[in-house]
DNA sequence: GTCTATAATTAGATAGAC
DNA sequence: GTCTATCTAATTATAGAC
């Protein structure tokens, strides 16, 4: 391909460049096959180029990882848009169906977040400590502020609730995606599908929040205010 | 250790035997680092024997790991007792919220399953194929019965909802334990503590089955019948 | 049955041609 | 900026001592 000349002072083109492209593609391989089973070799070969570029973009394997754990949050932050920076202010039950949806899309569109997140918070070890410190808390604090309003609403007993609702509500929208393959393979249903991905934000949404379509706000855990 | 002499046609003992020893922690290593990042040195480290004593006994790492993923099969149909076989019948209100309950505690026990279910059922290849059609196929009719009874009296549109709500499900129940150490760091909260497995079976029963101590049907998708 | 030693392969990182 | 070639270390599986 064609590159246009650049002095050392100017940053290359950031979409299409090929640092970029092999940062995309480590982030599929590090969720699919898990940091030590993604090799940068088979890396390089999915994005197309040689081995020997990962070193030299990126220095040591872990650093290629973090880069690419940095840009999945960036993509999660952009995709959550207002709801990631408001944190859990006090948003109204159409509010907190549309951050469901949001979430829900998220999560089908990039399983690979959550494959990520799976791989790396499932053992203690530098990247769990790196990958929660640096972006997990950040999130945390609003998240639990939403899931105790949620809690107590429900009547949900006891005062630490409020993250179990959040692995409870998390687990429940990623698993149809992140077991994808399993899921064609036991059932013959393509969670994919977007008709699929439609049919999963509805049950979450009448699961937590209720059916409120029907103007009564009996079912689900969350009630109108 | 002492060893009892044995002949050829005489199968050792199977709890005490380092044969059983590499198995259980095989699983373990391979829930916790994936296939191809848990090597056959490091699982014979962890077990305390040699390396040559895995091929010795399973002839390859796959057939280790085939047969330590039988034994997991094994201790989930223990575990579930008479719910693992009986299917999807018609099971009361307390029934359905007794088999959550001892699912939560399996998965609790014993997160290694769920790792090894996410790490197989996250891509295809011939390890996810063989877990699929010898283990999952089985329970998934069954499952499927189960959810479908439960979807449609709680009203969840369409036919597809068995599907998703078995997802929703299984989903909400393992990401607090397969995420243990992020949720510990993030949030300082031991999800593997005794009272707060009971928590999380708690939530799970008041957002699926609805509040019935109270007298009352309302919240939740399923009601008594 | 359990060990040591090793063969064949592959890993991450480096050096240097162009 | 991208490649080939290579170094060192770690991998699975095998051979053979005891």
């Known amino acids: 391909m064609a590159r246009r000349a650049s002095t050392a002072s100017e940053p290359t083109n950031k979409d299409s460049s090929t640092r970029e492209h092999i940062l995309q593609t480590a982030l599929v391989s590090f969720s699919s096959h898990g940091f030590d089973g993604a090799s940068t070799r088979s890396i390089a070969k999915v994005a197309g180029v040689n081995q020997g570029l990962i070193p030299y973009y990126f220095g040591t394997k872990q650093a290629?990882?973090?880069?690419?754990?940095?840009?999945?949050?960036?993509?999660?932050?952009g995709a959550l848009g207002e709801f990631s920076a408001a944190g859990g202010a006090n948003p109204s039950r159409n509010e907190v169906a549309r951050m469901i949806r949001l979430y829900v899309d998220f999560v089908a569109a990039h399983p690979e977040f959550v494959l990520m997140m799976n791989e790396e918070g499932k053992r203690q070890g530098p990247r769990m400590r790196w990958l929660v410190d640096?972006?997990?808390?950040?999130?945390?604090?609003?998240?639990?502020a939403l899931f105790d309003r949620v809690g107590r609403e429900a009547g949900f007993?006891?005062?630490?609730?409020?993250i179990h609702?959040?692995?409870?509500?998390?687990?429940?929208v990623a698993a149809i995606f992140h077991q994808a393959p399993e899921c064609r393979r036991v059932s013959g249903y393509d969670p994919m599908l977007p008709e699929a991905i439609q049919a999963h934000a509805d049950a979450l949404v009448h699961l937590f929040l209720g059916d409120s379509s029907l103007g009564k706000s009996e079912p689900?855990?969350?009630?109108?205010?």
Request: hydrophobic fraction near 50%.
């Open 165 to 172: 609702l959040n692995y409870i509500f998390v687990g429940a």
């Open 157 to 162: 007993p006891g005062h630490i609730a409020a």
């Open 134 to 144: 640096r972006h997990v808390k950040p999130l945390f604090a609003g998240l639990t």
């Open 220 to 225: 689900g855990v969350f009630h109108e205010t």
């Open 64 to 77: 290629l990882w973090r880069e690419a754990v940095d840009r999945a949050f960036e993509d999660l932050s």
